[in-house]
């Protein structure tokens, strides 16, 4: 053991610029993927050309990860003195001038009609950060930032005090319990892996997955993007605890803002000694290098993610064999998740009984026992407030969705929030007090999953969003297996003429069937849980199957063989809007009277009805 | 035919290292805008797989494509935040307007139209990216202008 890996970090932080400035006022504009999609890099310029013209020069400038509000993005924060920021919504480039108007007490923030909150906000109140400590507060291509925010501190506190397996019954105490769907315990993952590598002598490897092909659910790009040094502190601690002296890092190619991001991070860690050879001083080395998905699905399985690492296509194999005993290349492999890893530093700087005390049950003896600390989940669809939440595990799905989320827009009803990814499923209005963590929603017949939540409204048809998750899955079976391969192409014919008008009585049964065929008897979770969108919304909406099917309507106005669109004469004021935007040249009607929509012609599109600004287009 | 040093660079750019051969086939990707098959064989000579197993990645993995794709790329982001916001209707607008199907090239190489899962910006759905630009909260009456803006671009 050493006792010097804390006195070197500190020595690293005096010499490193930190973020806790002096200046009385510091600007920052949050540059997360989505920020920069709704114009952030144009603010940013905008805000730079406007301080470099004097006056406010006294205001440092920043830039950081996303704020978690992405509906409202572009954002940028204020923060005077130290003080909690206040958190500027929709600020494009066109605004920034008011902006500084009301930075430099000029003008009040209505009056610009700029919309200001602050962490008092409710979207932000009933949030508990764990993971996103750090969110839009440090520059995530900076180690300096990172370091004067107590970065690697959880690593050196370790490297000094702690040996591999104190470190292992830390996380284990903790409850920490994977994050990226399974929800298998942390600590007992990398004991087992532990046990395997001495019977078997193998060299045990960890992989942090940042593949994240959930639809919906964005949280470990958002980690990646904002603090990719706490996952490669993560990783780093697992390592030392497992006995490993190398990590790998499987991410999406469709997130080149967080792998540059990432790269940048691992090669600042490399140059201060936080990675590669004796870390701190100590006899401790640990390298990481990068692996690129090329976007398969399936690749979330942890033996199919192995294969591909290794240049092979990305097919999983039967589990008899766990890969934490033989994995990538035939070594005892820890596959941990981009938010689980970034939890386990804060573990360990804050302790194993503080993150227990987050969350339900009581897992000081056994992390099975309940769901401790928080989770991020991405809050999307119909929802006012669209972004990343964390919570504490247990508060209920209303919290989330009407508190934190602000309700749905539009003045529509909720109707349902799908959770879980493709092997997830939905859930009614009945089931809003459910408390959320790993076994309640699965219970429920959905699943906690990655995190993504997907709120919708009462115009999204449920036997369509059915048949988008297996036809997502259709895609994306690798087609190893006969039970997967065939039976998800069977429920989508069932689906298909379900949604064409041609549904038969007895189909409904036969979905059920297939489903219960396919989890008993499918190789990997993909197929096992497939039928989940499809079983959970029949559970659930019956009656929507039925109408389709006995009545031949979609009540929600979706399915376009079963519904009509109409044009209400009294609403219409003859605009002839709809008229020149039809692509179908089906609506005919003269200037100043009511239209009329020629339904031989219509594709069905619903172009009428959104560009109409008189509600005169109705679904029959 | 292609120039061939270019794939020698990517795959000396990875050390020749089989377990890099996606990474490789990204590049060229990237490179040609799709897997030359004269690209596929250099790779599998170099790094000693069998030239099989690159064409089973070639063909399983979404990032590949084996016909070259047009200048610029259009991803039609399909994860479930953009199809409950509206998704669908957006790709038959861009169907509509280029007269290519999902999947398909313009005949002048201009534009490919594909359908992604799920770029990872759900807070700003429906989400489009024609090129490296990612365009938020896309209504299917903005795509006839979008397009046009893009050709005369």
């Not at chain 1, 099917?549 to 809007?577: F, M, P, S, V």
């Not at chain 2, 069998?50 to 494509?65: C, D, E, Q, V």
Request: charged residues 25%; contains cysteine; hydrophobic residues 35%.
């Amino acid at each position: 053991m050493n006792t010097n890996a804390i006195d070197r970090l500190k020595t690293l932080l005096e010499s490193s610029a930190g973020y806790a400035s002096d200046t009385a006022v510091s600007l920052t504009v949050h540059l997360g993927t989505c920020g920069i999609a709704a114009g952030a890099g144009k603010t940013l310029e905008a805000v730079k050309t406007y301080h470099t013209s004097g006056s406010v020069q006294s205001i440092e400038l920043k830039s950081s990860g996303c704020a978690g509000l992405c509906s409202y993005e572009p954002m940028v924060s204020v923060s005077r003195n130290g003080e909690q920021p206040v958190m500027y919504l929709n600020v494009t480039e066109d605004k920034v001038n008011d902006l500084f108007d009301c930075i430099r007490g000029l003008r009040t923030a209505e009056e610009c009609h700029l919309q200001a909150i602050t962490h008092d906000d409710p979207f932000y109140f009933k949030q508990q950060t764990v993971v996103f400590t750090n969110r839009g507060l440090i520059d995530p291509e900076s180690l300096d930032d990172a370091l004067a925010s107590g970065a690697y501190e959880g690593l050196a506190s370790i490297l000094d005090d702690m040996d591999p397996a104190e470190v292992i019954t830390e996380i284990t105490k903790s409850g920490l319990r994977g994050r990226g769907g399974g929800g298998f315990p942390a600590g007992v993952k990398w004991s087992s892996c532990v046990s395997a590598s001495e019977r078997t002598g193998g060299i045990p490897v960890i992989v942090c997955n940042a593949d994240e092909g959930d639809p919906g659910a964005y949280m470990d790009r958002s980690i990646l993007e904002s603090d990719p040094h706490s996952i490669i502190e993560g990783m780093a601690i697992g390592a030392y605890a497992i006995g490993a002296d190398e990590g790998y890092i499987y991410i999406r190619k469709e997130y080149p803002l967080a792998m540059e991001i990432l790269e940048k991070a691992i090669q600042q860690a490399l140059e201060r000694n936080l990675l590669g050879k004796a870390i701190l001083g100590t006899d401790f080395s640990f390298d990481i290098v990068i692996h690129r998905g090329a976007g398969a699905f399936v690749c979330g399985d942890s033996s199919a993610l192995m294969t591909s690492m290794s240049g092979m296509p990305g097919e999983p194999r039967a589990k008899y064999i766990h890969t934490v005993e033989s994995g990538y290349k035939g070594r005892p492999t820890v596959l941990n998740n981009v938010e689980t890893l970034a939890n386990v530093p804060r573990i360990i700087t804050r302790g194993a009984e503080w993150f227990a005390s987050i969350g339900t049950g009581d897992v000081s003896e056994n992390p099975w026992n309940g769901s401790s600390g928080t989770k991020v989940f991405s809050l999307v669809g119909d929802i006012r407030n669209a972004g990343l939440v964390e919570i504490p595990m247990g508060i209920t799905l209303r919290e989330i969705i009407f508190d934190i989320g602000g309700g749905i827009p539009d003045e529509k009803e909720f109707k349902a929030v799908q959770t879980g990814g493709p092997s997830g499923g939905v859930l009614p209005a009945e089931k809003l007090d459910l408390a959320v963590d790993f076994d309640t929603l699965t219970e429920a017949g959905s699943m906690m999953g990655s995190g993504g939540m997907i709120v919708m409204d009462d115009e999204t048809c449920m036997v369509q969003i059915a048949r988008y998750f297996i036809d997502f899955l259709q895609d994306e079976s690798c087609g190893k297996c006969t039970p997967c391969r065939e039976g998800l192409v069977a429920i989508r014919l069932i689906l298909d003429r379900i949604i064409e008008g041609d549904g038969k009585d007895g189909d409904i049964e036969l979905l059920e069937e297939y489903g219960r065929i396919m989890n008993e008897s499918s190789l990997c979770a993909l197929g096992q849980t497939a039928a989940n969108p499809v079983l959970s919304t029949i559970r659930y909406f019956r009656d929507e199957y039925e109408t389709h099917i006995r009545d031949r309507k979609c009540k929600a106005g979706k399915c376009k063989a079963l519904i009509e669109y109409n044009i209400i004469a009294d609403n219409c004021t003859g605009c002839t809007l709809c008229a020149k935007n039809c692509p179908a040249d089906a609506i005919e009607g003269i200037l100043k009277e009511p239209h009329v929509i020629d339904q031989e012609k219509c594709i069905r599109c619903g172009m009428c009805r959104e560009v109409c600004n008189f509600n005169a287009v109705e679904v029959l | 035919m292609i120039d061939l040093k270019q794939v020698d660079a990517i795959i000396e750019k990875w050390n020749t290292d089989p377990d890099f051969v996606i990474e490789m086939m990204q590049d060229v990707q990237d490179e040609f805008r799709y897997i030359p098959k004269e690209a596929l064989e250099r790779i599998a000579d170099r790094t000693d797989k069998p030239r099989g197993k690159l064409f089973h990645i070639a063909t399983f993995y979404n990032a590949f494509s084996l016909e070259p794709r047009g200048i610029k790329e259009i991803q039609v982001c399909m994860g479930t935040a953009c199809y409950v916001k509206g998704a669908p209707e957006i790709l038959a607008a861009l169907e509509r307007e280029l007269g290519i199907r999902s999947g398909e090239t313009t005949p002048d190489g201009k534009f490919s139209l594909l359908e992604v899962r799920c770029l990872g910006c759900c807070g700003i759905a429906p989400v489009i990216t024609i090129g490296n630009e990612v365009i938020a909260e896309v209504r299917p009456s903005q795509v006839s202008n979008l397009i046009s803006s893009y050709c005369k671009s």
